[in-house]
């Protein structure tokens, strides 16, 4: 069975007092774990008081990004084995916006992915999809061509840790959320690239997410469809009320 996960990612807001303000005021009414896993990817600044804060409760802290390198002469970039032993074990990597403004290629995010793995960090990999399924032939090849290149070369034991998620571009951001079954379909087809890659009993456990303009209006019409495992969140997970909404969905 796949645990669904509600996912919040701040990006680039709210600094360490916010942070912590926010992990107070939810970390008491989350669902155990093994039932319905949550989690906050947050600024590297504000990752460590935040695990601080949320010892002992099942929320799970994730870093919105990191290197391929563990240490050396790399100015601004995050280890991740620092990530590690300061109790940081998700990671999100590629997510759209960082192959846009950083121009992060599926060859670097494929180098990051294997080093989260090799120190234990587990990835939620983004995969966009940057056409729209009702104007474009060619988006299919797309969304399959990221997936192989980006988890190129991982074993099976490693592809179990990895989670992936779906994020058409066009709706993130944008309160333009995919409809369910376009959503299901960007994951269904992303599903079935796993299968080809490593079997269908590996591509069944492994879950994929949906996101873009994931609200508390939309959420349990894309959480019904059988391949959307859970969502990653942006603006809607800033508030902790709208995401204690989006969890009890
Ligand atoms: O990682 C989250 C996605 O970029 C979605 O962001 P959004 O919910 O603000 O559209």
Not at 181 to 201: F, K, N, P, V
Request: net charge negative; glycine share 6%.
């Amino acid at each position: 069975m796949r645990v669904p996960i509600i996912a919040g990612n701040w990006k680039m807001h709210k600094d360490v007092q916010e942070a912590v303000s926010f992990i107070e005021e939810v970390k008491n009414q989350l669902p155990p774990a093994d039932q319905l896993e949550t989690a906050i990817a947050a600024p590297t600044l504000c990752l460590v008081p935040m695990v601080k804060a949320a010892e002992e409760s099942p929320l799970k802290i994730m870093a919105e990004n990191c290197y391929y390198k563990n240490e050396g002469a790399y100015t601004g970039e995050t280890s991740p084995y620092a990530l590690y032993q300061a109790g940081i074990h998700h990671v999100i990597l590629g997510h759209s916006e960082r192959r846009t403004y950083f121009n992060e290629t599926d060859e670097l995010i494929n180098k990051k992915v294997k080093a989260a793995l090799a120190n234990g960090l587990c990835p939620i990999v983004c995969c966009d999809d940057t056409m729209r399924r009702r104007v474009a032939g060619k988006k299919v090849h797309w969304v399959v061509s990221r997936i192989l290149a980006d988890l190129h070369g991982l074993t099976n034991d490693e592809i179990c840790h990895v989670t992936i998620a779906y994020e058409p571009s066009w709706a993130i951001g944008t309160g333009e959320s995919a409809d369910p079954d376009q959503a299901a379909e960007g994951c269904y087809l992303i599903r079935q690239t796993i299968s080809d890659m490593y079997g269908d009993e590996v591509a069944n456990n492994v879950r994929i997410l949906y996101g873009g303009s994931v609200t508390t209006s939309n959420i349990n019409a894309l959480m019904a469809k059988n391949d959307i495992d859970g969502v990653l969140v942006g603006a809607a997970s800033l508030n902790p009320e709208t995401f204690l909404q989006l969890v009890h969905h």
